[in-house]
């Protein structure tokens, strides 16, 4: 059996250093656009995913808008209120704001009254990209057993959205 040269195993640990280096700093990095002023928390895509995992068992709705959107504008009222109509053991609505900056971000959450509705977050372009949102207002649904039932951009009027969403909780 031919035995491997030194040099690949000094490349496999520094690539394994490396990886882990990398993955202290970014979870010790501020997010980017991040304004201490501010009072929108940011979330990392691990954090979303644990969240959305804690709460398996509900239908979760999560909404990414940004504060140019016109159609957001229209949409937020209608999770807002919704939100008030479903019972949150039903139903999680999370808001994921993909703005340049945090700042921007939350002055919109503020002059929208989204603060208290339902939780809000500044997701920036790391959930972006995650999620690989090329347009907004973006939803995705997911049902109780944590699959996703829907992943689309565009708004959804309040009584078609909630007919759906509906239709998930009474499985």
Do not use: W
Request: aromatic residues 10%; glycine residues 8%; neutral net charge.
């Amino acid at each position: 059996m031919k035995e491997k040269p030194l040099g690949f195993f000094r490349r496999m640990a520094c690539a394994l250093l490396t990886g882990v280096v990398m993955a202290v700093s970014l979870a010790s990095a501020p997010a980017f656009g991040q304004d201490k002023g501010a009072q929108l928390k940011p979330v990392h895509t691990y954090e979303l995913l644990d969240e959305l995992a804690a709460n398996h068992g509900k239908v979760i709705l999560v909404n990414f808008f940004a504060a140019f959107c016109g159609p957001c504008r229209k949409e937020i009222p209608e999770l807002m209120k919704m939100r008030t109509e479903i019972p949150e053991e039903d139903l999680l609505i999370i808001g994921i704001a993909i703005d340049q900056n945090i700042r921007e971000a939350d002055s919109f959450v503020k002059s929208m009254g989204m603060m208290g509705a339902y939780p809000v977050y500044y997701g920036g372009e790391e959930l972006a990209r995650a999620y690989r949102i090329d347009a907004i207002p973006f939803n995705v649904i997911y049902n109780r057993d944590g699959h996703i039932e829907a992943s689309e951009a565009g708004y959804v009027p309040g009584p078609e959205m909630k007919k759906f969403l509906m239709s998930l909780i009474r499985r």
